[in-house]
């Protein structure tokens, strides 16, 4: 696998270390959806890119920063940008070629989550104000806003659908061809859960307290431990918001 050296105990798999890494912890990392890049933003205020060699190894190419913590970033779908959402309430548009940035959305509270969508050509935003926001980055007003009952804890966004689970325990799904409107908003009182999907394909589950974000790739089961006390969403990448052969329940 990566790395020359021999595996130890304390690195068994020969894990390589990022030059040039953040200062502070790590809130997001993103790999290009074109090339071999990954950018990680930072509690340090900054976004960093690398180039990541076939054997491990990485180098710095490029990086911005945001005037407070950066949450959360999305790559455009030709790799060409990346949008970056940030504690400072606005996000960015950060062009590589030329290593320039501007702001292209703000919010009234930190920016949680930002996606591209490509089949729809704009960017979504969702904020801890209460909101999910959607732009199409030439206008410095959304095109449309959707009202959530809460805080926007974990979103994520596939196709034309968009799931976000909000601070009161809720999960908003929304049909992005009518984004103003929820399709359901289904309360959940999960404390514990158990996620499985038996098919690879852009599944995820993502657990957070406190800001404290476990995001996995979901091959076989993961449970979640009660004392926890953490609010639990699976997203499922498909038309409906349930399927018989991807399930969460309660234990």
Same mark, same amino acid.
């Given at each position: 696998?990566?790395?020359a050296?021999? #595996? ?7 894990? +390589?270390?990022?030059?040039n890494?953040?200062?502070? @912890?790590?809130?997001?990392?993103e790999w290009?959806? &074109?090339?071999? *890049?990954l950018?990680a933003?930072?509690?340090?205020? /900054? ?9 491990? =190894?990485?180098? !710095?190419?490029? #990086?911005? $920063? ?5 949450l959360?970033?999305?790559? =455009? #779908?030709d @790799?060409?940008?990346? *949008?970056?959402? $940030?504690?400072?309430?606005t ?8 290593n320039? $940035? +501007? /702001? ?6 930190p920016?949680?989550d ?6 729809n050509?704009?960017?979504v935003?969702? $904020? ?12 410095? &007003? ?10 926007? *804890?974990?979103?994520?966004v ?20 009518? %984004? &103003?409107q %929820? ?14 999907? !038996?098919s ?24 979640i ?8 969403? *699976?997203?499922m ?6 399927? =018989? ?7």
């Amino acid at each position: 696998m990566f790395g020359a050296a021999a #595996s130890n105990a304390h690195n068994p798999n020969n894990d +390589m270390e990022v030059p040039n890494a953040a200062t502070d @912890g790590i809130s997001c990392v993103e790999w290009s959806p &074109t090339a071999n *890049y990954l950018v990680a933003g930072s509690w340090d205020n /900054q976004i960093r890119c690398w180039e990541v060699m076939s054997n491990g =190894s990485t180098t !710095p190419k490029a #990086s911005i $920063s945001h005037s407070a913590p950066i949450l959360c970033a999305s790559w =455009s #779908s030709d @790799g060409a940008r990346v *949008y970056t959402g $940030s504690c400072d309430k606005t996000a960015k548009v950060w062009d590589l070629a030329t290593n320039q $940035s +501007m /702001q292209v959305a703000a919010h009234d509270a930190p920016i949680k989550d930002i996606f591209w969508a490509p089949e729809n050509n704009f960017l979504v935003t969702a $904020s801890w104000d209460k909101t999910i926001k959607f732009w199409d980055c030439k206008s410095p &007003t959304p095109g449309a806003t959707l009202q959530l009952p809460e805080r926007a *804890y974990a979103t994520d966004v596939r196709g034309q659908l968009l799931v976000c689970a909000t601070a009161d325990r809720k999960v908003v799904i929304v049909n992005l061809s009518n %984004p &103003t409107q %929820p399709h359901s908003i289904v309360a959940s009182p999960l404390k514990c859960a158990i996620c499985r999907a !038996p098919s690879l394909v852009n599944r995820a589950s993502e657990c957070e307290r406190d800001g404290a974000r476990d995001r996995r790739g979901l091959g076989g089961t993961r449970q979640i431990p009660s004392r926890h006390a953490c609010l639990c969403l *699976y997203v499922m990448l498909v038309d409906s918001a349930i399927s =018989s052969s991807h399930f969460v329940k309660s234990v």
